[in-house]
């Protein structure tokens, strides 16, 4: 199974920016990786997603971080990005990455993956 280690979290001002990093210990080619965050009191939800094609993957974000965050990976690296800008006080949350076959489908929004990492913590102070 894939570990998971995501890194970059902190605590910022509203209309900041943060990068976060995932990395993966394993090969992830042929996977779709993915963010989701957990705010306090409420269930996880869907961030972005990008699947594996050097040449042309498939991303999907969130319409409430559209035009603000941003999914990238380096296959070389086994790693995924997120690029967060403007941030909002409702963006604070701890944020996870997750990784399964692309074989598994394209409802990449849904929390069935195969493996999680621990979480790092995003919080925006308004």
């Known amino acids: 199974q894939v570990q998971l280690v995501e890194s970059g979290g902190g605590l910022v001002q509203a209309g900041a920016s943060l990068r976060l990093s995932c990395a993966a210990s394993?090969?992830?080619?042929?996977?779709?990786m993915v963010w989701f965050r957990q705010a306090p009191g409420k269930e996880r939800e869907f961030v972005a997603a990008?699947?594996?094609?050097?040449?042309?993957?498939?991303?999907q974000m969130a319409d409430s971080v559209k035009g603000r965050f941003s999914i990238s990976r380096d296959n070389a690296k086994n790693t995924v990005y997120l690029q967060m800008n403007s941030l909002k006080a409702e963006d604070t949350a701890v944020y996870y990455c997750?990784?399964?076959?692309?074989?598994?489908?394209?409802?990449?929004?849904?929390?069935?993956?195969?493996?999680w990492g621990q979480g790092t913590q995003v919080t925006v102070s308004s």
């Open positions: 990008i699947t594996s094609s050097s040449y042309r993957p498939y991303y």
């Open positions: 394993g090969r992830t080619h042929g996977s779709v």
């Open positions: 997750a990784v399964r076959d692309e074989r598994g489908g394209t409802n990449y929004q849904s929390p069935s993956y195969d493996s």
